[in-house]
């Protein structure tokens, strides 16, 4: 049997086994609508970038944003390609 046979045949018969009840559907969304509420909007920023600027208050409290070696640049990213070309330079003066 086909599984939305079984759900469907389920159903018709009234077998309450694969279907959620209302109380835990309300109950459900009790936790969730608080959350949903509570949207912030997007922020954008360039890609290949850390994030937005807005980004930096999230750590404001701990010390702030260090930012990354450029070993941590994301493959492809301008960052990557920047730190790359930046160790060839150094390479090439025999640093």
Do not use: C, H, K, T
């Not at 459900?28 to 608080?34: D, G, I, L, T, Y």
């Amino acid at each position: 049997m086909a599984p939305y046979e079984r759900l469907l045949g389920d159903a018709m018969n009234g077998d309450p086994e694969l279907f959620a009840r209302q109380d835990g559907i309300e109950a459900a969304w009790r936790v969730v609508e608080p959350v949903l509420g509570d949207v912030v909007g997007l922020q954008s920023y360039e890609p290949g970038s850390w994030g937005p600027a807005g980004a930096e208050r999230l750590g404001a409290g701990i010390g702030g944003w260090r930012p990354p070696s450029s070993g941590d640049a994301i493959p492809g990213s301008p960052l990557a390609d920047q730190s790359s070309s930046s160790r060839q330079n150094a390479s090439s003066r025999g640093f």
